[in-house]
């Protein structure tokens, strides 16, 4: 009987010592607070990466629609300029790539401007159109290079940061668990992680899409070949299109030359 009472009573014990120790060791233990990824990624160090994305996508888009081969040599600007090169009719060329503004028409505007001044002056002056084309989109271009090189060392500077600050709180309170310091590095290596997934693509369509400029730069240049091929460049010679006069004379101390007057400047006898 006794035996069974000591039985009893060192159960009712346990039972009742159970919930003690459980409250217990959640006092001892402190609770872990997670983040989401949705709040790690809402960290003021991120920001700027969320600012280069937003720019990325804006970018891609912008240039993607901009740079294929019918925006570079389009199919109707190509039909017009044969017809009126078929026809001779020159002015009307050269009127009608004046109305309708296009990287083709750029082009064959700069070259029929300078025609009268002969085959190099004409090619000389389509080449330069053409770089200039390629300029303004390779600019562009540049900007996504240009992020992908500062993402990562964004993502950079603010593990940096976040990780000065965890040692900093860390020595303060004289913590030495091992697993708050790997939590706090796993914290702010959220940082190093978005710059460099901001950054991977970022290159990939720069390179891309340079390569699209590229391809679509060539095909207006082989347009523009087969435009002036066979040009009759010496019936234009003393041809001026409007808006394309020429300014420069002969000296004016050749004889016979006509003399400059300036604006409200009475000629000499």
Not at 178 to 196: D, F, M, N, Q
């Given at each position: 009987m006794k035996s069974t009472l000591r039985r009893l009573t060192g159960f009712a014990a346990l039972v009742s010592a159970s919930p003690l120790a459980l409250l217990a060791q959640e006092v001892a233990e402190p609770t872990v607070v997670t983040k989401s990824l949705l709040q790690e990624l809402s960290a003021p160090a991120i920001i700027p990466l969320w600012f280069c994305s937003a720019l990325i996508v804006y970018l891609v888009i912008d240039l993607y629609m901009k740079t294929g081969d019918k925006q570079f040599v389009p199919p109707v600007a190509v039909d017009s300029f044969r017809s009126f090169f078929r026809a001779g009719d020159y002015r009307g060329a050269y009127t009608w790539a004046q109305q309708n503004p296009g990287i083709l028409s750029s082009v064959v505007f700069a070259g029929l401007k300078h025609a009268p001044g002969g085959k190099q002056a004409s090619e000389d002056a389509m080449g330069s159109a053409i770089l200039g084309e390629n300029s303004r989109f390779q600019s562009k271009i540049a900007y996504l290079s240009v992020i992908g090189v500062i993402a990562p060392m964004i993502g950079l500077t603010g593990t940096v940061v976040g990780m000065i600050q965890a040692f900093a709180a860390?020595?303060?309170?004289?913590?030495?668990?091992?697993?708050?310091?790997?939590?706090?590095?796993?914290?702010?290596?959220?940082?190093?992680?978005?710059?460099?997934?901001?950054?991977?693509?970022?290159?990939?369509f720069y390179y891309l899409i340079r390569n699209r400029v590229g391809h679509a730069i060539h095909a207006v240049s082989d347009a523009t070949n087969d435009l002036f091929r066979k040009f009759p460049y010496e019936h234009l010679s003393n041809v001026e299109f409007e808006g394309a006069e020429t300014f420069a004379a002969t000296p004016n101390w050749v004889q016979g030359s006509p003399t400059y007057v300036a604006p409200g400047q009475a000629q000499q006898a």
């Open positions: 860390m020595g303060q309170a004289g913590a030495a668990d091992p697993s708050k310091l790997s939590g706090a590095i796993g914290h702010v290596l959220h940082a190093t992680a978005s710059g460099l997934a901001v950054a991977i693509p970022a290159f990939i």
